[in-house]
């Protein structure tokens, strides 16, 4: 099924998605975060949480999948009592976000996700940011510093240079390396795409203890993020971003330009603090490998304990120390 195809989608989902998009959207109360806020940005309404001072320095905390904004959880109260204006928006496909329009593709590849960050901050008259994230949320953050980097105060980004072509994803690995990317190859046909629509939330949960083999997180933790995942266009983008990388399934016209960029691995001259957990079981680069690739100051911190693929979450104040500390390189 291409994502793109919205009549094969059925007239019943069709009109579930613009029933969704007519509703007013709640300023739905959060556990963590209080009630979310909502801005029209570029193709989105965007759900976000917010802390901290509004006339403080922006940190924008990008999540990856499939979590959401709840890795952060302790990571943003912390930033907001040391004076930072926190923002965490939740990326297409993700809770409470929706697309403005039926008729957009449900579109996952990452110039996209990264735009969807400039819009935000476009939106939320943000001309600067310092940038942090993790998984989906650091390729994004790359990206933004790669290609427009008066946007970006500083990055820290977990498992470094994330940037990646279509082109590099047709190259094979060694039978270990595939192995990892199971998921983008079962996530390649049809029995995948159903599986994960089916299993939604069995499929994540098995995600999180394989990249983070040594983190207890208990039933409450999980669902709470997970619900995240029940975004009616979840599906659509996590399939699309995984064919697209195996240039199973095309990118749109808008962001070419951008993709040929970012083919190029363009250097990242932001100061940048890069994090790696020593337990992350999840598929990530060496540090040597990307070191280069960072042309401005630089840090790479190898946080132990056991530490795993979401990092903010399992140690939040090294991830707080390392967006301080970027913001001051």
């Not at 009549?7 to 019943?12: N, S, T, V, Y």
């Amino acid at each position: 099924m291409n994502p793109f195809n919205y009549k094969a989608l059925g007239a019943p989902v069709l009109a579930f998605a613009l029933a969704n998009l007519a509703a007013p959207l709640a300023q739905a109360a959060d556990d963590a975060f209080g009630a979310l806020r909502h801005v029209d940005a570029g193709l989105l309404k965007v759900a976000y949480a917010e802390a901290g001072p509004a006339d403080g320095p922006a940190v924008i905390l990008l999540h990856g999948w499939p979590y959401d904004i709840h890795s952060y959880s302790e990571v943003a109260p912390q930033l907001a009592a040391k004076g930072y204006h926190v923002l965490i928006p939740y990326a297409r496909g993700y809770g409470d976000t929706r697309f403005l329009s039926a008729k957009t593709p449900r579109n996952g590849e990452p110039a996209a996700l990264a735009v969807d960050v400039v819009d935000f901050m476009d939106a939320l008259k943000i001309k600067r940011a310092v940038l942090a994230g993790y998984d989906w949320g650091a390729r994004s953050a790359d990206i933004v510093a790669a290609l427009w980097p008066e946007r970006v105060k500083a990055l820290v980004s977990v498992s470094g240079y994330l940037i990646g072509s279509q082109a590099a994803g047709k190259a094979p690995l060694p039978p270990s390396a595939e192995l990892q990317w199971w998921y983008q190859f079962y996530f390649a046909t049809e029995r995948g795409r159903e599986g994960y629509d089916k299993y939604r939330h069995e499929f994540a949960k098995l995600i999180w203890q394989l990249a983070s083999p040594k983190w207890n997180f208990d039933d409450a933790t999980f669902a709470r993020s997970a619900a995240a995942l029940d975004n009616p266009d979840q599906g659509p983008i996590a399939i699309h971003n995984y064919r697209w990388r195996l240039g199973l399934a095309e990118g749109e016209a808008r962001y070419a330009e951008l993709e040929k960029r970012l083919a190029a691995f363009p250097t990242i001259g932001v100061p940048t603090i890069t994090l790696e957990g020593d337990a992350n079981g999840a598929p990530h680069p060496p540090a040597e490998a990307y070191a280069k690739r960072f042309s401005g100051k630089y840090e790479y911190r190898l946080i132990k304990g056991g530490i795993g693929h979401n990092l903010p979450q399992e140690a939040p104040q090294a991830f707080v120390q390392a967006v301080v500390d970027a913001d001051h390189l």
